[in-house]
């Protein structure tokens, strides 16, 4: 955990990167925004800069100065009738993340910054040589579990699945996956679609529909191609906007502008339609105060239910 009084742009932005890159090249972690430090005491975010973040720009300056990106999440908290900004930073499965470019004396061409306990800093030696030997044994373990599948399998019975191109390799020839049905398959992979009890992660079931051109194959999800952070990025607005801007369109439940896709027993990723998109243009032309008044709509009415 780290701990901000304040959020701010301009260097303290690079060294929020620097934090988050750290804790990503060791186990994840947070920084929490609206804290005051020596003591520490919930004092609550005085100004709107941290709601008003556009995520994007933390994921530009990401992408100009570090080697590989990684996941992390920006939050709206609210504690004793005050705001808190809160980013959550996973840990990167692939080390190290690298810094690429220097930036003042914050950040280094060539560093691998890590998280230690109460600060971020360049990597030591015992750190670095654990974690690149990390990295080996993961590489060698991961080749062993393949090599020991195929083994159980028999050789002639395996065969090669592209999530990236959606093909199944059958030797010669290649089966497509539905791209619906890829979708689902990234979900596994990248921990967002879980199961309990021994149940099966995803079943596959249906019949062979035809034969298809590699070209012919429709865009993905093309009924509900977006996410809320897209919606995001093309309107200029943070998380906490959106929310409150599918709280009043009264979009959950409407097939026309929402589909919520089930990726678990317990977890559900929303996707939306191109024509939500069309019915936030429409409704942010007609009315510019639309959002901020939204805003203040839903914050009276999260607290009329607490």
Same mark, same amino acid.
């Given at each position: 955990m780290?701990y901000?009084q304040?959020?701010?742009?301009?260097?303290s932005?690079?060294e929020?990167?620097? &934090?988050?890159?750290?804790?990503?090249n060791?186990r994840?972690g947070?920084?929490?925004?609206?804290?005051?430090? /020596?003591p520490r005491? $919930?004092?609550?975010? &005085?100004n709107?800069k941290f709601?008003?973040?556009? $995520?994007n +720009?933390?994921?530009q300056?990401?992408?100009?100065?570090f080697s590989h990106?990684f996941?992390?999440?920006?939050?709206?908290?609210?504690?004793?009738?005050?705001?808190?900004?809160?980013?959550?930073?996973?840990?990167?499965?692939? +080390?190290?993340?690298i810094?690429?470019k220097?930036?003042?004396?914050?950040?280094?061409?060539?560093?691998?910054?890590?998280?230690?306990r109460?600060?971020?800093?360049?990597? #030591?030696?015992?750190e670095?040589s654990?974690?690149?030997e990390?990295e080996k044994?993961?590489? =060698?373990n991961?080749?062993? /579990?393949?090599?020991?599948k195929?083994?159980?399998i028999? !050789?002639?019975?395996?065969?090669l699945?592209?999530?990236? #191109?959606?093909?199944i390799?059958l030797?010669? %020839?290649k089966v497509? @996956?539905?791209?619906?049905?890829?979708?689902?398959i990234?979900?596994?992979?990248?921990?967002?679609f879980? %199961?309990?009890?021994g149940a $099966?992660t995803?079943t596959?079931?249906?019949t062979?529909?035809? @034969?298809?051109?590699?070209?012919?194959?429709?865009?993905?999800?093309k009924?509900y191609?977006?996410?809320?952070?897209? @919606?995001?990025k093309?309107?200029?607005?943070?998380?906490y906007?959106? =929310?409150?801007?599918?709280?009043?369109?009264k979009?959950?439940?409407?097939?026309?502008?929402h589909? !919520?896709v089930?990726t678990?027993?317990? /977890?559900v990723?929303?996707?939306? /339609?191109?024509?939500?998109i069309?019915?936030?243009?429409t &409704?942010l032309?007609?009315?510019p105060?639309?959002?901020? #008044? &939204?805003?203040?709509?839903?914050q009276?009415?999260?607290?009329?239910?607490?």
């Open positions: 780290e901000k304040a959020f701010h742009f301009g260097d932005l690079a929020y990167v620097r &934090t988050m890159v750290g804790m990503a060791n994840g947070k920084i929490i925004f609206g804290i005051k430090n /020596s005491v $919930p004092i609550g975010l &005085t709107n709601q008003e973040v556009d $995520p +720009k933390i994921n300056f990401v992408h100009e100065y990106d996941e992390w999440e920006i939050k709206n908290l609210e504690f004793d009738s005050k705001d808190f900004g809160q980013i959550i930073i996973n840990e990167k499965q692939e +080390k190290p993340i810094c690429s220097a930036y003042k004396d914050i950040l280094r061409e060539g560093a691998i910054y890590y998280r230690y109460g600060e971020t800093k360049e990597i #030591k030696y015992p670095l654990f974690l690149l990390n044994k993961k590489e =060698r991961l080749w062993m /579990s393949h090599i020991d195929i083994s159980q028999g !050789p002639q019975n395996i065969h699945m592209d999530i990236f #191109k959606g093909e390799h030797g010669d %020839e497509l @996956i539905d791209q619906s049905l890829l979708d689902k990234k979900f596994i992979k990248e921990g967002e879980v %199961e309990k009890n $099966p995803l596959l079931a249906g062979i529909s035809g @034969i298809l051109d590699g070209n012919s194959i429709m865009p993905t999800e009924a191609p977006y996410r809320s952070t897209h @919606i995001e093309k309107f200029n607005l943070n998380s906007q959106v =929310r409150c801007l599918i709280w009043k369109l979009i959950k439940d409407k097939p026309k502008y589909d !919520p089930q678990g027993k317990h /977890s990723t929303h996707k939306y /339609s191109d024509a939500l069309q019915l936030i243009e &409704t032309s007609q009315n105060d639309y959002i901020e #008044k &939204t805003c203040k709509e839903f009276i009415d999260q607290k009329n239910k607490k």
